[in-house]
Every structure is written in structure tokens, then in C-alpha cells.
RNA sequence: GCGGGUGUGGCGGAAUGGUAGACGCCGGGGACUUAAAAUCCCCUGAGCUUUGCUCGUGCGGGUUCGAGUCCCGCCACCCGCACCA
């Protein structure tokens, strides 16, 4: 108890060691206690930790250090999303290979990470560029190609000329490759899909069952699953064939005054030798495909001299081909209905096609005319034959019924999720596990030939996939007939390498990819923490995987992750110059209420809040504020203020109000002093009540993930116990605000509980207890209002009488003021709370 | 266009229909100090005729003894999806 500071450069590093000696987060399986998966995110290995990373693993911190206080066995892993193209742009730039880019920054950032003290079992690392992990997931691609979920066909693709590859679609910027910028083509290439839109069903349905999941992240994926119903039927064409077309809205069948199709549907694609045709398509391939373009874009249509047969009326309709019908949804060929629907509105309306009315608000506007725009409401069916009369739902499902009995359509589902092309021509990823055999075409790799690994010796400097270009390594031999065949050597989507992983956290046997026993005793994830970001695709692709999985009997969980929670992301101020270029928090000063440039004074524009990035130049790197305040400091910043799923504005303010605190507490905790009485009864048990209230709150709070309240009791109670005079309540008090900030501040915790005398380490403490009865105030504040304004409080017993409270309300002499002798018409008083005079 | 969210002091934000602004940051004043740092104390929504009163949670209505909270109608901003038939 000799120094009055607390340091940080000493006691980090200090304890994050004993912790690591002693394997305080090492979860054992074996374990009676039950059992928490928390997990977050695991980080791709760029280079460096980020704001956002540490935010992100402190909220998962504070609650996997709260659940073993709780008595839980907890399992809070953290490994590698290691593959994927930063590290084959640094190669093709820094001619380094991939593999020792990626292990030197895993090597910089596991450094970064133990020093901000998390509570990881470190002994379950791993990155999934290890061979040992994507030898298994080449193993599970196999079971899935086993069960029929794996299947190859022809897909287009955007295709870099310059770099010879495969782009995603957020890859290409304006119709340009994003790293070339040479102009992206449409090719066709032979490419692995997994059956997602198998699970479709399965995957809306058990979006019910994720009560813990954000209503946003749930809605967003049953967007993008996007189930719609409807009728799909065939129009009889003038030349003798039949086209499909798919409608959500068979009830207006008899508005259609047209039918268009796409400009690559087989339909338009059989006209192409008359030059107009051809030239028309290539219109329409041209146009945007950015979301301002297709705001504006203006529906175009080619007639073409095919008619198709109504199926009702037997009218014979003009077939168009139009730039707004996608071949990819449906049936790539649409019934117009312009009465009904903005788009056949605006289309019928350019090419002077009838816009009939065939839904109205009421029977006696069947004849109302159409207005400026289609009417896509609810209504009454009209002009419609035997449909008039009814209501939308009911002539939906007249027709669908019609067309099933007069077999030309049937009643179907569309989906708008694809099924997942998993196919990349790139060298840093897994090797999909398959050899084409000029026999027997693609046959699988057998298992006990896994991993399929990757070459090392790798040329970076010619552009197109190195799997490609290496003199030996696609060749090889059929596994049936051993003749010479070709490996496959396209890599898997790195998605995929993400899909499972939580699996690999959880067990990690060398033969087989987890087992089984252990996921069961693991699974689900408890907690997972991340960004918003991923709301889609990694927690989509993981939930599907999971379903396959249990589908092909490996175990029996369906959903991976019981309670997601998205974290908001590290904002900061922006400094800008007059030119229109960025200055970092460091390069800028605040002179008076005006920020200037450091360098030479020159006078900056203080802008809006903003995610942290390297563009804007406000980022703050963790390890220069971890080097001056100390882990502790870093992590309550993170956990202060603002909501966790709300963006969190960094500010040095705001950081050095953390440090002083940690200080503040450092200050407190040297204060315990056993030989203490006390002083007032009253002010003791005042005291006590608050530090066994923070006990029950705190802990509702970090399970709520409310870790901003919990911030804010803890502030309350190192007020009060500040305040108070040295003795047992006020050592009581010290001590609990001890465990309270061990999750959140476990440097300072451990310093302060091993000078405590305190048994072991804080990290293996529990949660502290409370008693019940301590949380009970005898005395409470009553608020006293003359209609509904207030006018006084008062001090009363709890539990008063409502006769006792009204005449202590009456005699305030506040109120009778107000009152003014005015007739009291009627009191209403809540018990504990308040007293409402009426006149 | 469709879907979702948010709106409370100078700022981040609290508030089971019951004392709006807890807690933190900024700011102001003071104590200690030769001085500074550190620390501690007080003030800090606006206005007014200041023992107190009035107004105040994006705007306009409503329900209620009582509304930041519930209902109806608007506005603004943010996010996601987007020619999905």
C-alpha cells in the first residue's frame, strides 16, 4: 500500500502473465458447472487490431469474465478468418507469400489482443489457413457433395481481363475491376453451387425460433430469402411454343394487356439474326447497374412480331422483350398488368398498350377511371368475368385452382435466395477437394488423401489463379481408374471457412472435423457479438451450414448461435482542410473554440462524426492509448456512455476522464481499513443497502449487455462510498465495487484484490453475494403534484398509508399555497411514489 | 419505391404511464500549491418580475388525475433492400 498511482505498464502485463501461468480460461469439457459459449467474431488478419475490434471483443469480454463469476464453465475462443485477397494483393505488391503475410500479422495482432488482458483460451487458436483446418472443411465439402448439396454448372461471372480473375460483385466499381480498373466482362465459367435454396424453408422458419436475435438482422435475412407465393402458368405463343411466366397476382389476369420477357430469355435470344433484335439486347445489357441508374432508368421494350393467347379470354397479347424483366427471377418472362403495377403502368404507358381496370375500391367504380398511376391496393376484383365480386385473396386462389384443373399452371413458390456459388479463381483459400478425371469426370479427392493442400512455391507475378499456372501441382491421377487427371483449381469462398468454425472452437480432434459429444455439450454459441455488417451472408451462410450438417446426421443442432447481438461502430470526429484533405486527430489542435492545423496553424473544419477509417484520417490506433492509459482505461471507454449497439464517438476527452477514474478506484481501494467501526447506524446501513442494490443491478445490466448502465451504477456507488467515513459497510462497499469492475477492469481488479489479501486470483472469484433484504429502502421520496404539476416532495416511511401520505401532502405548505383554498375534488396517491391533488 | 430504426441539455446518454435530464464529458467558480500537475468542493436545460414562477423530451392533435413513455396525423435524419413481377 505504498504507491498512490496505479500503473499500468507494470500490473498488464503482470497479471495478463498469471493468468496465462495459472490457465485461468482454459475451458475444460469436462467441467459439472454449466456452460457458456461466448463468441465473437473472430478478425481477419489485416495487420492490425482496430477500435472496433477491441470494442467488440470487450463487450464479449465483460461477459464471458461475468459468467465464470456466475459459476459457469465458460468457452471464449478466439482464432483466424486467415484466407482470402488482402494477403494476394500484398503478395502481388510486397512480393511476400500470402502464408508468411498472414502469420506475421497474426503474430502482430494475438500480441495486440493478450495486451488488452482478454479472457481467451488461447489453447484453442487456430487460423483457417492452417492445413489441419481446412483439410476438415474439405472433408465436410465432401459429405455435402456425398448427400447431393454440392453441384457444378455453367454461372456468369464478372471477369477481370487485366488480372484474369473472378471479381464479387462488390468488387466491381462502375463496370470496373476495383484494383485494374479495366473494364469488367460477363463469362461464362463452370461453377461449384451449395445447395442453400434446399434450406430455404427451414432457414425463414428458424428465423421464429431466434427470440435473441435483432428484429432488424431477422428481417433483413427474411428479405433476402424473400418467399413469395403465386400462380406460374404458360402463354401459347403464335409459333407453336409455350412460355412460362410467373405472377404474384393471378387475380389480375385479365388486365394483362401484355407479356414481356428478358433480353437473355431463350424467347428473345431465338430473334437475335434480325439485327434490330440483337442491337435492342444489347441496349439493355448496357444500362447501370447502380441503384441512382435504375431509379431513373427508363423501361424500354422491343415488340416483337410473337403474340401469346390469353388463357381466359383467348386475346391475343403482344410479346415485348423489356429491359426491366430479369431472367434470374422466376421464370424471366412476366404477364403485364398496368392497371396494377408501376411498372407495366409506366411501360404500357410509353408503348400506348390498354391499361384496363380489373381491382377497385368498391363495385360501383368498375368503370373509374385509371389515374396517373397503377393501383397496386387491396380491393374488389371487376371486369373480370367470373372473378367480379370477389375479394383479391379469393380470386388468387380461384384462378391458381383453374389453372391447376385446366393444366396450364400450377400455384408455386419463388424464392429470391440463389443458391450459393462457392467457386473462386484465386490461390489463398481452400482447395476444393475434387479431381477431374478425364473418364469419369469430377470425382471426389478420397478422404484419406486430405488435405488437398497448397503449393508453396507460388508465382505471383503473372496475373490469373497460380493454382493455374503451376507446372505440377493440378496434376495428378483419378482416384478410380489412376489415369492422369487435372485437380480442380478453383478455392472455396472464404465464407465457407466461416461457416464452421464456431464448430472447430468447440472440438478440435485431429481424424475428424469436431466430435459430435462435444458440440453437444458446447453448442449453441451462446453470445455471439459482431458487426451489423454481417447480418446476411456469414450469419446466413453459418445457419445453413449448421441445418446441413444436421441434416446429414453429424449432430443435432439446427440453429449455431442462440443470442446475437450487433455491436455499433467507433465514430470519430473529422478534421478537414480548406482543400478539401484530412488531418489526423494528432496533426490538429483546439485554439479557443476553432481547431488549427499543428503544423502551421492553418484553420480546420471540425466535420461530422464518422466511422474510424483510414480515408478519413480519424482513426486512433488502440496500442498508442493502451501505451498511455492502460488496457483498463481502453476497455471502460468502450463500455461508457453510449448504448452497445449504438455508434460509440471516440474522444480524448472521454479516454482521459476513463484514466482519471481507474485512478479514482485505485485510490479507493487502498482505503479498506479493518479497524473501522463506524459512525452513524443510519448512514452505515445506507451505504450497505446501496452496495448490495449495485450487486443485483450491475449483474441485470451486463446480462442485458446494458453495459452503459452498469457503468453508471458503478459510478453512483464509488460516489457514495468516497463519501462515506471509514467503516464496515464502507469496506463492504470497497470491496464489491472490486468485483463489480473485475469484468470490465481486471488489471486494476487483480492489483487491487492481491493487495486485498484476497484468496487466488479475482479472474476465479465469484460474483459477489447479496441479501435480500438489504436491497429494501426504509425511507421514500413522495413526490406531492397539484394536477399533475409538482409542487413539493416529502420524506415518508415505506409502506405508508395512502390516509397517512395524503395528510402529509396536505400539510405541505408548498401545495396548500398552490392550492390557493381551492375545493379538492380528488387525491390520487401511489403508494412509495406520489400524491396527485385534483381540484 | 419497399422495409426498419432514431429524434431528450453544449455533447454521449438515464428514466416498470408517476419528481425529465441519473451517470459521464465539456464549461464556470473555489480550495490546496511559490507555481503547475494531480486531487477535492460548489454550480451548470431555457426564461422571468428569482423565498418562487413559467416553459421544456422533433412538430400538431388525442387518451389520462398524470404522457419522453400509449393512440392518430406529420416532419427530419440514419440504415438495409431495390425494376423480385
Known sequence: ???????????????????????????????????????????????????????????????????????????????????????????????????????????????????????????????????????????????????????????????????????????????????????????????????????????????????????????????????????????????????????????????????????????AQSLVADPKVAAFIDECKKGGTTAAALETAEKLGYKTPITAKHPFTGTDLPVFIANFVLMDYGTGAVMGVPGHDQRDFEFATKYELPIARVVAKDVSLAQAPMGEEAEAGDGVIVNSDFLDGMNVEDAKADVIAKAETGGWGEGTTVWRLRDWGISRQRYWGTPIPIIHSPDHGPVPVPKDQLPVKLPDDIDFDTPGNPLERHPTWKHTTCPISGKPALRETDTLDTFVNSSWYFLRFASQPDDVPFDPAEIAKWMPVQHYIGGIEHAILHLLYARFWTRAMERIGKFDVKEPFAALFTQGMVTHETYELGDGSWLSPDEVRKDGADWVAIEDGAPVTAGRVVKMSKSKKNVVDPDAIIAEYGADAVRWFMLSDSPPERDLPWSQDGIEGCGRFVQRLWRLFQQLDTSATGEDPKVDRDLARKAHQAIVAVAEDIEALSFNKAVARIYELTGATEKAKPSESRNFAIRTLMSLVSPMMPHLSEEAWSQADGEGLIADADWPTHDPAMLVEDEVTIAIQHKGKLRDTITAPKGAAKEDLEALALASEKVQRSLDGAEVRKVIVVPDRLVNIVT
Open 1 to 267: 500500500m505504498t504507491d498512490t498511482r496505479f500503473d499500468p505498464s507494470s500490473a498488464d502485463g503482470r497479471w495478463q502473465r498469471a493468468w496465462e501461468e495459472a490457465g485461468t480460461f482454459t475451458a475444460d469439457s469436462h467441467s459439472e458447472k454449466p456452460k457458456s459459449y461466448i463468441l465473437e467474431m473472430f478478425p481477419y488478419p489485416s495487420g492490425r487490431i482496430h477500435m472496433g475490434h477491441v470494442r467488440n471483443y470487450t463487450m464479449g469480454d465483460v461477459l464471458a469474465r461475468y459468467k465464470k463469476m456466475q459459476g459457469h464453465e465458460v468457452l471464449h475462443p478466439m482464432g483466424w478468418d486467415a484466407f482470402g485477397m488482402p494477403a494476394e494483393n500484398a503478395a502481388m505488391e510486397k512480393k511476400v507469400h500470402p502464408g508468411e503475410w498472414t502469420h506475421a500479422n497474426i503474430e502482430g495482432m494475438k500480441k495486440q489482443l493478450k495486451g488488452i488482458g482478454f479472457a481467451l483460451d488461447w489453447t484453442r487458436e487456430f487460423a483457417t489457413c492452417d492445413p489441419e483446418y481446412y483439410g476438415h472443411e474439405q472433408s465436410l465439402f465432401l459429405d455435402l457433395y456425398e448427400a447431393g448439396l454440392v453441384y457444378r454448372r455453367s454461372s456468369e461471372v464478372n471477369w477481370d481481363p487485366v488480372d484474369m480473375t473472378v471479381l464479387a460483385n462488390e468488387q466491381v466499381i462502375d463496370g470496373k475491376g476495383w484494383r485494374s480498373g479495366a473494364e469488367v466482362e460477363k463469362r461464362k465459367l463452370d461453377q461449384w453451387f451449395l445447395k442453400i435454396t434446399d434450406f430455404a424453408d427451414d432457414l425463414l422458419d428458424g428465423l421464429g425460433e431466434l427470440k435473441d436475435w435483432p428484429d432488424k438482422v431477422r428481417l433483413m435475412q427474411e428479405n433476402w430469402i424473400g418467399k413469395s407465393q403465386g400462380l406460374e402458368f404458360s402463354f401459347e405463343l403464335s409459333d407453336g411454343t409455350k412460355l412460362p411466366v410467373y405472377t404474384t397476382r393471378p387475380d389480375t389476369i385479365f388486365g394483362a394487356s401484355f407479356v414481356a420477357v428478358a433480353a437473355d430469355h431463350p424467347v
